[in-house]
């Protein structure tokens, strides 16, 4: 149950000063009935909601692209750190999105939170081979060597061969700048292919997954929702 002056506004019907006024007019209906109390509890599944005569659609999921900062860990909730959804507003937190997947709390760029279970599973699965492009400063000559070896998939730490990975030179020096596109998801993936090319990375952000870029309008530790052409076109990929 929510109040439906609370409703209104975070479906962009004004502040909750005006949504306030627009309720105590009589402009509202809960249920084919005129409410004039801003506190009135509505149940969003049972009750329909009408504003100036026009239904308001049930809204059940919400999508948001974030361009997550460093500093912050990819969970809903945390005992000690940060979120990325403590950076998120009442007005999303209500509809209660999770992170699609993981970033280290180290690493910046593109994370999409939704509370849509099906739509996070198509993007995550193993078997969906979704591709995910990092760039990625790194300590170290980044090599043609690298790129075959990426190509042909590197032994982890912990003995996994990955599946073949693409790896494009940006900057070659004592210092190297890259971008890999990987189609898989192990735990410090990027890291960890690196360090068994003996090279560190020291900076990482995601720039693209499943055929969507990061909006670079947006700065770290900003977000927005996301668009239907952008959700058309992760569903596409899927
Ligand atoms: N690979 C990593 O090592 N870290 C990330 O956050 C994402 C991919």
Do not use: W
């Amino acid at each position: 149950m929510q109040r439906i002056d609370k409703i209104l506004a975070n479906r962009g019907f004004g502040t909750r000063k005006e949504v306030k006024a627009l309720i105590k007019d009589g402009a509202v209906e809960i249920a084919g009935k005129v409410v004039r109390d801003p506190g009135f509890l509505v149940d969003t599944e049972q009750q329909k909601i009408a504003v100036n005569g026009e239904v308001l659609a049930y809204r059940e999921h919400i999508y948001i692209l974030m361009n997550k900062p460093q500093g912050v860990v990819s969970a809903t909730e945390d005992r000690k750190e940060r979120t990325v959804v403590s950076l998120l507003p009442e007005n999303y937190r209500i509809y209660e999105p999770f992170p699609v997947g993981r970033l280290d709390k180290d690493t910046e760029g593109m994370l999409i939170l939704t509370n849509d279970g099906q739509f996070s599973h198509q993007l995550l699965a193993p078997k969906k081979h979704v591709p995910k492009t990092y760039l990625a400063r790194i300590e170290g000559r980044v090599t043609e060597k690298d790129i075959e070896a990426f190509k042909a998939g590197v032994v982890l730490d912990d003995g996994y061969k990955t599946l073949p990975a693409k790896l494009i030179i940006l900057e070659q020096g004592r210092l190297s700048l890259i971008e890999i596109t990987i189609c898989e998801g192990k735990f410090h993936q990027v890291k960890r292919m690196f360090q068994a090319v003996g090279k560190e990375v020291i900076y990482l952000k995601r720039i693209a997954m499943g055929g969507l870029a990061l909006d670079d309008r947006l700065s770290p530790g900003e977000f927005r929702e996301m668009s239907e052409e952008e959700l058309e076109i992760l569903h596409k990929d899927n």
